[in-house]
């Protein structure tokens, strides 16, 4: 068995590659970390992972096992297999320096954005193509007048998503490195990854009709 096991440090990002059906477990180390996630076509970096086509083909905010995300190509990308948690988010942008700097006026602060072209920008991908994220693990509730807040996550350490590639993939996570409001139970910490040819018996225990 094929397996890769990739851990990303508190704050910081990771880069892989992932071949069409292989599967992705993203795992939530210690809890209450957000993890954000894109991923683009191997083969073509103009197709890449899109919240909003997502959420136009689900006609939903949020998603679930069994559910794919989609494209920019309006394409399934990833099929969600497993989920313990089932609470993520797929609205807010990832954080950047200028979030920061003139919401928090902090400098130099590691940031989401920053963490994900780190590795992305290797295979050709520019701050200007970088996919907007899939939140994993992000506590992001609608609140009954229609806003969004972005509150400490539900998870505890060990809740994980599985996906499975539905094509060649690059892919990268940052664990965010906010820790000024809530988001992250105010304590950074990491994210493990999971990259292998079969998913796990401990992963169906989470899975859709399981």
Not at 129 to 141: C, D, I, M, R
Not at 171 to 197: R, Y
């Amino acid at each position: 068995m094929c397996q890769s096991n990739l851990t990303v440090p508190a704050g910081f990002g990771k880069t892989f590659r992932v071949r069409k059906g292989q599967f992705i477990t993203v795992i939530d180390s210690e809890g209450q970390q957000a993890a954000d996630f894109v991923a683009v076509n191997a083969d073509d970096l103009n197709e890449k992972l899109s919240p909003v086509h997502t959420r136009q083909q689900l006609r939903s905010l949020f998603f679930k096992p069994g559910d794919a995300l989609w494209s920019s190509e309006n394409r399934p990308m990833l099929r969600i297999l497993a989920d313990s948690i089932g609470i993520h988010d797929a609205n807010v942008p990832a954080c950047d320096r200028t979030r920061f700097s003139i919401d928090f006026g902090v400098e130099g602060h590691r940031n989401c954005v920053d963490n994900l072209l780190e590795g992305m920008k290797a295979f050709g991908v520019t701050y200007f193509s970088l996919p907007e994220p899939f939140n994993l693990f992000q506590n992001g509730p609608v609140t009954a007048d229609g806003r969004m807040e972005v509150t400490d996550p539900n998870s505890k350490a060990g809740d994980s998503i599985t996906f499975e590639a539905l094509c060649d993939l690059i892919c990268a996570v940052s664990s965010c490195p906010q820790d000024i409001i809530p988001g992250n139970g105010l304590q950074v910490t990491p994210i493990d990854i999971v990259v292998s040819d079969h998913i796990h018996a401990q992963e169906m225990n989470h899975a859709v009709n399981a």
